[in-house]
Protein backbone atom coordinates (compact mmCIF):
# COMPACT_ATOMS: atom_id res chain seq x y z
CA UNK A 1 0.00 0.00 0.00
CA UNK A 2 2.42 2.14 1.19
CA UNK A 3 4.50 2.01 -2.22
CA UNK A 4 1.83 2.94 -4.32
CA UNK A 5 1.49 6.21 -2.17
CA UNK A 6 5.28 7.49 -3.26
CA UNK A 7 3.92 7.84 -7.61
CA UNK A 8 1.09 9.31 -6.98
CA UNK A 9 2.49 12.33 -4.76
CA UNK A 10 5.17 12.30 -6.86
CA UNK A 11 2.75 12.89 -9.77
CA UNK A 12 0.77 15.62 -8.12
CA UNK A 13 3.79 17.36 -7.35
CA UNK A 14 4.87 17.30 -10.82
CA UNK A 15 1.35 18.55 -11.56
CA UNK A 16 1.80 21.53 -9.55
CA UNK A 17 4.71 22.59 -10.07
CA UNK A 18 4.21 22.62 -14.21
CA UNK A 19 0.90 24.82 -13.22
CA UNK A 20 2.68 27.26 -11.01
CA UNK A 21 5.63 27.77 -14.07
CA UNK A 22 2.79 27.78 -16.60
CA UNK A 23 1.38 30.65 -14.42
CA UNK A 24 4.65 32.32 -13.51
CA UNK A 25 5.84 32.56 -17.10
CA UNK A 26 2.51 34.44 -18.43
CA UNK A 27 2.78 36.74 -15.47
CA UNK A 28 6.12 38.13 -16.64
CA UNK A 29 5.97 38.00 -20.12
CA UNK A 30 6.67 41.30 -21.50
CA UNK A 31 5.32 40.55 -24.99
CA UNK A 32 2.19 40.56 -26.30
CA UNK A 33 0.83 36.90 -27.51
CA UNK A 34 0.46 37.26 -31.50
CA UNK A 35 -2.22 36.29 -33.51
CA UNK A 36 -1.46 33.08 -35.60
CA UNK A 37 -1.41 34.66 -39.07
CA UNK A 38 -3.16 31.72 -41.45
CA UNK A 39 -5.90 30.96 -38.30
CA UNK A 40 -6.47 34.37 -36.80
CA UNK A 41 -6.02 32.81 -33.61
CA UNK A 42 -3.71 34.55 -30.45
CA UNK A 43 -1.00 32.04 -29.18
CA UNK A 44 -2.95 31.64 -26.03
CA UNK A 45 -6.04 29.87 -28.39
CA UNK A 46 -8.19 33.40 -28.00
CA UNK A 47 -9.36 35.18 -31.13
CA UNK A 48 -7.00 37.61 -32.40
CA UNK A 49 -8.99 41.50 -31.35
CA UNK A 50 -10.03 42.39 -35.23
CA UNK A 51 -8.42 46.31 -35.55
CA UNK A 52 -5.08 47.30 -34.20
CA UNK A 53 -5.60 50.55 -31.89
CA UNK A 54 -3.42 52.75 -33.03
CA UNK A 55 -2.34 55.50 -30.17
CA UNK A 56 -3.19 58.36 -31.98
CA UNK A 57 -6.73 58.80 -34.20
CA UNK A 58 -8.05 60.51 -36.51
CA UNK A 59 -5.99 63.61 -37.75
CA UNK A 60 -2.99 65.47 -36.45
CA UNK A 61 0.13 67.59 -36.84
CA UNK A 62 3.54 67.18 -35.75
CA UNK A 63 7.16 68.78 -36.11
CA UNK A 64 10.43 67.99 -35.74
CA UNK A 65 13.87 69.16 -34.84
CA UNK A 66 14.52 70.09 -38.36
CA UNK A 67 10.93 72.05 -38.30
CA UNK A 68 9.48 69.83 -40.84
CA UNK A 69 5.71 69.01 -41.02
CA UNK A 70 3.72 66.01 -40.77
CA UNK A 71 0.01 65.73 -41.21
CA UNK A 72 -1.70 62.36 -40.96
CA UNK A 73 -4.56 60.67 -40.75
CA UNK A 74 -4.90 57.38 -38.96
CA UNK A 75 -8.17 55.39 -39.67
CA UNK A 76 -9.92 52.77 -37.54
CA UNK A 77 -7.67 49.77 -38.93
CA UNK A 78 -4.69 51.92 -38.84
CA UNK A 79 -4.09 52.79 -42.31
CA UNK A 80 -2.10 56.36 -42.19
CA UNK A 81 -2.01 58.85 -44.67
CA UNK A 82 -0.95 62.16 -45.33
CA UNK A 83 1.24 65.33 -45.99
CA UNK A 84 4.95 65.63 -45.67
CA UNK A 85 6.46 69.15 -45.54
CA UNK A 86 10.50 68.79 -44.97
CA UNK A 87 12.38 71.70 -43.50
CA UNK A 88 15.97 70.86 -44.63
CA UNK A 89 17.38 68.95 -47.89
CA UNK A 90 15.78 68.90 -50.90
CA UNK A 91 12.52 70.49 -51.58
CA UNK A 92 11.97 72.11 -48.29
CA UNK A 93 8.35 73.44 -47.49
CA UNK A 94 6.64 71.21 -50.65
CA UNK A 95 4.11 69.20 -49.17
CA UNK A 96 5.11 65.59 -50.32
CA UNK A 97 2.85 62.53 -50.06
CA UNK A 98 2.84 60.22 -46.99
CA UNK A 99 1.32 56.90 -46.75
CA UNK A 100 2.33 54.26 -43.59
CA UNK A 101 0.81 52.08 -40.97
CA UNK A 102 0.04 52.14 -37.17
CA UNK A 103 -0.91 49.29 -34.68
CA UNK A 104 -0.81 50.41 -30.91
CA UNK A 105 2.06 52.27 -29.70
CA UNK A 106 4.16 51.58 -33.38
CA UNK A 107 3.70 53.53 -35.98
CA UNK A 108 5.73 53.22 -40.11
CA UNK A 109 5.70 55.58 -42.78
CA UNK A 110 6.90 56.80 -45.55
CA UNK A 111 7.58 59.61 -48.13
CA UNK A 112 8.10 59.94 -52.11
CA UNK A 113 10.08 63.17 -52.49
CA UNK A 114 8.91 63.67 -55.69
CA UNK A 115 10.88 66.36 -57.77
CA UNK A 116 14.16 65.15 -55.28
CA UNK A 117 14.78 61.80 -56.03
CA UNK A 118 14.54 60.30 -52.83
CA UNK A 119 12.13 58.35 -51.10
CA UNK A 120 11.98 58.13 -47.18
CA UNK A 121 11.18 55.50 -44.71
CA UNK A 122 10.50 56.13 -41.25
CA UNK A 123 9.96 53.75 -38.22
CA UNK A 124 8.95 55.00 -34.72
CA UNK A 125 6.96 54.53 -31.19
CA UNK A 126 4.16 56.56 -30.03
CA UNK A 127 4.36 58.02 -26.79
CA UNK A 128 1.57 59.33 -25.26
CA UNK A 129 2.57 61.41 -21.71
CA UNK A 130 3.91 63.61 -23.08
CA UNK A 131 2.85 63.30 -26.60
CA UNK A 132 6.10 62.10 -28.89
CA UNK A 133 7.02 60.19 -31.61
CA UNK A 134 10.39 59.02 -31.76
CA UNK A 135 11.73 57.72 -35.49
CA UNK A 136 14.41 56.53 -36.70
CA UNK A 137 14.72 57.17 -40.37
CA UNK A 138 16.65 55.40 -44.08
CA UNK A 139 16.43 58.04 -46.67
CA UNK A 140 17.29 56.26 -50.23
CA UNK A 141 18.62 58.21 -53.66
CA UNK A 142 16.78 57.60 -56.50
CA UNK A 143 19.83 57.71 -58.45
CA UNK A 144 21.54 54.96 -59.29
CA UNK A 145 23.47 53.07 -56.09
CA UNK A 146 26.38 54.54 -55.17
CA UNK A 147 28.63 54.69 -51.88
CA UNK A 148 26.39 57.28 -50.25
CA UNK A 149 23.31 55.93 -51.76
CA UNK A 150 21.03 55.54 -48.15
CA UNK A 151 21.58 57.81 -45.72
CA UNK A 152 20.09 56.91 -42.31
CA UNK A 153 18.58 59.55 -39.13
CA UNK A 154 16.74 60.02 -36.20
CA UNK A 155 13.57 62.28 -35.85
CA UNK A 156 12.00 62.69 -33.61
CA UNK A 157 7.71 64.59 -33.72
CA UNK A 158 6.48 66.56 -31.26
CA UNK A 159 2.74 68.03 -31.96
CA UNK A 160 2.78 71.10 -34.14
CA UNK A 161 0.88 72.81 -30.52
CA UNK A 162 3.51 72.20 -28.54
CA UNK A 163 6.34 73.44 -31.16
CA UNK A 164 9.65 74.34 -30.61
CA UNK A 165 9.04 73.98 -26.79
CA UNK A 166 7.79 70.45 -26.92
CA UNK A 167 10.77 69.83 -28.48
CA UNK A 168 12.80 69.54 -25.12
CA UNK A 169 11.07 66.39 -24.10
CA UNK A 170 12.63 64.40 -27.07
CA UNK A 171 15.85 64.54 -24.70
CA UNK A 172 13.91 64.25 -21.69
CA UNK A 173 11.27 61.98 -21.56
CA UNK A 174 12.50 58.46 -20.95
CA UNK A 175 10.27 55.66 -22.85
CA UNK A 176 8.49 53.81 -19.90
CA UNK A 177 7.16 50.68 -19.35
CA UNK A 178 2.99 50.39 -20.77
CA UNK A 179 2.90 46.67 -21.01
C1 LIG B 1 16.00 65.08 -50.16
O1 LIG B 1 16.80 65.89 -49.69
O2 LIG B 1 16.36 64.19 -50.96
C2 LIG B 1 14.54 65.16 -49.85
C3 LIG B 1 14.26 65.68 -48.50
C4 LIG B 1 14.68 64.72 -47.41
C5 LIG B 1 14.46 65.28 -46.04
C6 LIG B 1 14.91 64.36 -44.94
S1 LIG B 1 13.85 62.97 -44.73
C7 LIG B 1 14.62 62.59 -43.23
C8 LIG B 1 14.90 63.89 -42.52
N1 LIG B 1 13.75 64.29 -41.74
C9 LIG B 1 13.16 65.36 -42.23
O3 LIG B 1 12.16 65.88 -41.72
N2 LIG B 1 13.81 65.80 -43.29
C10 LIG B 1 14.98 64.98 -43.58
Not at 151 to 177: E, M, R
Request: proline share 6%; hydrophobic share 35%; with cysteine.
Amino acid sequence: MRNNVWPCAALLLATILSSHLATAKSKHSTRPSHANPSTGASETGQPASSAPACQIAGTSVWKNELGSTMTITVNASGSVTGSYQTGAGCGIGQSQVLVGSCNGYGITFSVNFAGCNSTTAWAGTISSSPSIIRTLWYLAMGTPPAWNSIIAGSDCFVPASDYPQGLAQCSLAKPKQVR
